[in-house]
């Protein structure tokens, strides 16, 4: 009697503590426009795409979830910067600069494998977006922004479970 009630409560404490490893990074900026949200189904996120004004602000970005890329934010202006993730790559970091009063003015995603996409210019107020839990990964943007540009930014981080297939047996 006192295993069932032992196996009995170590399954609701198991029940009551949430094993979610999911964590958000507050918005910074000045935050004025429209709000947004990208994020595509429960795909992991495999690619970024900036805009910026040269010697300016961020004006525009793009998520990639799985092969397909998400609605652009902002608007477009000259040529974007990309960044493709590997096979089993994740951004770690989302790190940059940005204004009290009005734009995000630069934006560095960082991977898993060290890589780095940087773009705008490093200038005015610095910030530094990571994962409270080590095993998640970035998998959503949000903020606000107008008819010129990003005004804010935050990050969602979550764990995704890596399914693997087994590859059947040969004989």
Avoid at 77 to 84: A, Q, T
Avoid at 115 to 127: A, E, H
Wanted: include cysteine.
């Amino acid at each position: 009697m006192f295993s069932f009630l032992f196996i009995a409560a170590l399954c609701a404490s198991c029940l009551a503590s949430p094993t979610s490893h999911s964590s958000f990074s507050p918005a910074v900026g000045g935050g004025s426009g429209t709000s947004f949200a990208i994020k595509k189904g429960d795909e992991r996120l495999t690619g970024v795409r900036l805009w910026e004004i040269q010697g300016a602000y961020i004006t525009g970005l793009q998520l990639r979830y799985g092969y397909i890329w998400s609605n652009r934010v902002g608007r477009v202006v000259g040529n974007p910067h990309e960044l493709i993730l590997f096979d089993g790559e994740v951004i770690v970091q989302v790190s940059g600069k940005y204004h009290n009063s009005n734009y995000i003015y630069q934006l560095m995603f960082v991977t898993s494998r060290g890589r780095s996409l940087i773009v705008g210019q490093p200038v005015q107020f610095s910030f530094n977006f990571y994962a409270a839990h080590p095993d998640a990964e970035l998998s959503l943007l949000s903020g606000r922004n107008n008819s010129a540009g990003i005004t804010a930014i935050a990050a969602h981080w979550e764990h995704f479970d890596i399914q693997t297939t087994a590859l059947p047996m040969s004989d």
